[in-house]
């Protein structure tokens, strides 16, 4: 058994920012970070889809502390590379312990235990960072007659060796995976069909553009809340701004109530309009043998089908997590400030937003972590306990990825303003740490 200060769990943009701030604020604390896979970067080692790349601009995902000197938009590898410098940069890579997954996570005696697939170890605090999804399990909607299907079906969570040059694709899914993925497939296929039950809000960037992070800042959030309060006329502008858009091609949800996706210096609206390209707004009814039926009764031959159909979300990793020798139910708690559960002491966990960009959030969580372990310090508190207060959970968004999920998560929140980037930066930094809401002892 190991004994450190802090266990990490996730190299990923969480568990980097996490590191960061902890190896800033205390040079003295000892830490350990566990990732199950065998490099670190997470999403953007995990993800190598053809296209991949971010939909944030990179001012506002790249670290403050090590600014992104690249594109506006990050290609996966460089995002993947950046990652990877960023931890070299801050010699965090030797407290990254490959290839070991944690099965479950324990409170007894004012200690965790967290047993691995190697050497378990004993912490004071522990910070989950293993992201928002399900890794081993995406959305993976079934068809009738799937075994009919004389082709092959990869999903973009599990890419593999997928070859494309050539064939007939075919692309199941609207979100910004599949609009991301859509120019980089037509190059090299012979045809591609887009499958779509409901387009997708798709907005242009300029790759040339140059900006700063507090610019950006601005632009995203007067954006999002422009098109919150006035829904309608933003809409109508969106739909006016794009031709891709017409009476048949038109968003079934509202501007923002997922992240838009990104067409590149036009590159999707360019590709679509391509010979090889046909879109076809319509469910799969079954599979054929040479491809797919759908229920507006076309038939899309094809020899390869991508399922772009995106995520199950997943909080804490799915670890099973103990306190004092009795499992937690997620579902039974209360999410404290979207960083911690209630009844369940030292622990905190990461999550993202989704109108906005998911570091920002990242790092100043990692740093209202920090002021919390100060805190405890200075007033030589051992254990921090959120309580079971708060308002009964809403989804943040109205994606079916959240809607899936809503009984794996807390059945309540506190103080969780998780569409509200500056509302929360501000929180963070300036409100009481002792706020009447967590036990302190
Ligand atoms: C294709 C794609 C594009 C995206 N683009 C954007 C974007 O443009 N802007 C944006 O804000 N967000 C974007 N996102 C969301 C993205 O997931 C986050 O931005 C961010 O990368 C999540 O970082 P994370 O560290 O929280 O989690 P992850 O990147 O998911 O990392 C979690 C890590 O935890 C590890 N882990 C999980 N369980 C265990 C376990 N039991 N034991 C040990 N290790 C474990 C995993 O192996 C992984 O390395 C995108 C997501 C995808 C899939």
Not at 111 to 126: E, H, L, M
Not at 398 to 414: H, I, Q, T
Request: aromatic share 14%; proline share 3%.
């Amino acid at each position: 058994m190991d004994k450190v200060d802090v266990v990490i769990i996730g190299s990923g943009i969480a568990g980097i920012s996490s590191a960061y701030y902890l190896q800033k604020n205390f040079p003295d604390l000892t830490y350990k970070v566990i990732e199950a896979r065998s490099d670190l970067g997470g999403t953007w080692d995990q993800m190598v889809f053809p296209g991949v790349r971010s939909d944030t601009d990179m001012y506002t995902y790249g670290f403050t502390f090590n600014p992104w000197e690249g594109s506006i938009i990050g290609q996966g590898k460089d995002i993947k590379n950046y990652l990877n410098d960023s931890a070299q940069k801050f010699n965090m890579r030797e407290h990254i312990l490959f290839d070991t997954k944690v099965t479950s996570m324990s409170w007894n005696d004012n200690q965790w235990t967290t047993k691995t697939t190697r050497n378990d170890f004993i912490s004071q605090y522990i910070i989950c960072c293993t992201g928002s999804r399900d890794y081993k399990y995406p959305n993976f909607p079934k068809f009738k007659d799937e075994n009919k299907y004389q082709g092959e079906i990869v999903h973009t969570q599990d890419w593999g060796n997928a070859e494309i040059k050539d064939k007939n694709v075919a692309i199941i899914g609207s979100g910004c995976t599949a609009v991301t993925m859509t120019p980089a497939v037509v190059k090299e296929a012979k045809k591609v069909t887009l499958i779509q039950r409901s387009p997708a809000w798709i907005v242009n960037v300029d790759g040339d553009e140059k900006s700063t992070r507090t610019y950006k800042t601005y632009e995203t959030l007067i954006d999002y809340f422009h098109s919150r309060i006035f829904k309608k006329s933003y809409k109508k502008k969106v739909l006016a701004k794009y031709p891709y858009y017409n009476d048949t091609n038109v968003p079934s949800y509202d501007f923002w109530d997922q992240r838009p996706a990104c067409s590149l210096n036009n590159d999707y609206f360019d590709s679509v309009k391509s010979e090889k390209v046909s879109l076809e707004l319509s469910e799969v009814e079954n599979w054929e043998a040479n491809g797919i039926k759908l229920k507006n009764g076309n038939i899309v031959n094809c020899d390869l089908t991508i399922m772009a159909t995106g995520l199950n979300a997943q909080l804490l990793g799915g670890i099973d997590v103990f306190v004092n020798k009795k499992k937690v139910n997620l579902n039974d708690t209360s999410w404290y400030r979207g960083m911690m559960f209630s009844g369940i002491p030292n622990l905190f966990a990461h999550t993202g937003y989704i109108n906005f960009s998911w570091t920002a959030r990242c790092e100043i969580v990692s740093e209202r972590i920090c002021r919390t372990v100060k805190y405890m310090q200075k007033k030589q508190f051992a254990t921090c306990t959120p309580k079971y207060v708060g308002k009964t959970s809403k989804p943040a968004i109205e994606a079916n990825y959240v809607l899936r999920s809503m009984d794996k998560f807390p059945n309540r929140s506190y103080k969780f303003y998780n569409s509200n980037y500056l509302l929360e930066y501000l929180i963070f930094k300036w409100t009481r740490i002792n706020d009447g809401a967590v036990d302190f002892v």
